[in-house]
């Protein structure tokens, strides 16, 4: 067996104000959103995903985009590489309209998913991103790439399903791919076996990992592609989150868990976690729900600025 090897930091990017947002239920004042944006950003991440300009009959929750997406930019767009979620050309031409200045261009690996996701097939959905590569090719462009391991409609996706799009992506010019189990299903071995063979056919290309923690397997998937070489996570402060097309798919990994995990293992994040847990204690309490990552249900001084 060989020996594990993880790295001495990784870097955390911040998905809680669009992946997190976008699944809840009632709506979610504008103002409050910005609340929980500035909170969040405060707490010193080198990258968040802010919004997602996509159609508001399909995510309500994200009818505000423009406005939220325009705060962000004022305040912190010189401190913070703050991306936009984008799922077609429009909506790319409407987050660079209000600020943006890096997207991230959704995608499936699954056929399936991606017809119920961007109402597009992976074909159409590749075209429209050389277009949005050509014509905005200024900007920090990455792709996330959903169900990369499993899909709700049609199970287990195979890895040439995977590198088809991460190939197409790079020949367009794409800065970074990022790698997103959606549904929250997959494991371990499952996620080694498919990154074995990203990681062998693209070497040092820049990738990240997108957890969601369905199952409870967010840190265990975390830890093994962390000691394949992968260093770059997206999570959700408070565990929130959830794809409104891939029945059955919950809240993302929880941000704080992943800095606990990683500050046990002398694994630099550049997070205070005490401060990230204030924060997550107080989205749950702006939307009423429960605190419910792990590390929250551990007992926590947050007064004091111990836990254990």
């Given amino acids: 067996m060989a020996p594990l090897d993880y790295p001495e ?38 990258k ?36 936009a979620l984008v799922p077609n050309r429009k909506g790319a031409e409407l987050a660079i309209r209000n600020g943006a200045e890096a997207l991230v261009f959704v995608l499936s690996a699954s056929e399936e998913h991606n017809k119920a996701n961007t109402n597009r097939t992976i074909e159409e959905s590749l ?6 590569c050509r014509d905005f090719g200024g900007l920090e462009i990455s792709v996330g790439l959903g ?11 195979a890895p040439e399903k995977v590198t088809r799009v991460i190939d197409a992506a790079f020949e367009y010019g794409v800065d970074h791919i990022t790698i997103s189990d959606t549904t929250g299903s997959a494991n371990p071995r499952g996620l080694e076996r498919t990154l074995e063979i990203v990681r062998s056919r693209y070497e040092s290309a820049p990738f990240a990992l997108h957890l969601h923690d369905t199952h409870g397997m967010g ?28 029945p059955g798919a919950s809240g993302n990994l929880a941000t704080e868990d ?51």
């Fill in 9 to 46: 930091a990784i870097s955390v990017t911040e998905v809680c104000t669009r992946d997190g947002f976008q699944n809840h239920k009632t709506f979610i004042p504008t103002e409050v959103k910005i609340e929980i944006l500035d909170a969040l950003a405060a707490l010193g991440f080198a």
């Fill in 48 to 83: 968040m995903e802010v919004t997602s300009f996509v159609s508001p009959k399909a995510i309500p929750q994200m009818v505000d985009a423009a406005e939220v997406m325009s705060h962000f930019q004022k305040k912190w767009g010189d401190r913070i590489a703050g991306f």
């Fill in 127 to 132: 075209s429209e991103l050389q277009d949005i």
């Fill in 147 to 157: 169900t990369s391991f499993e899909c709700p409609f049609s199970g287990t996706v």
């Fill in 219 to 246: 840190l265990a998937n975390a830890l093994t592609a962390m000691n394949m070489g992968f260093t770059t996570f997206e999570t959700a402060t408070a565990g929130m989150g959830g794809c409104p097309f891939a």
């Fill in 258 to 308: 992943l800095v606990n995990m990683a500050g046990r293992m002398g694994i630099d994040t550049g997070i205070d976690l005490i401060e990230l847990l204030r924060v997550s204690r107080e989205i749950a309490h702006k939307l009423a729900l429960p605190w419910k990552s792990h590390v929250a249900s551990t007992r926590i001084g947050l007064d004091e600025g111990v836990y254990c």
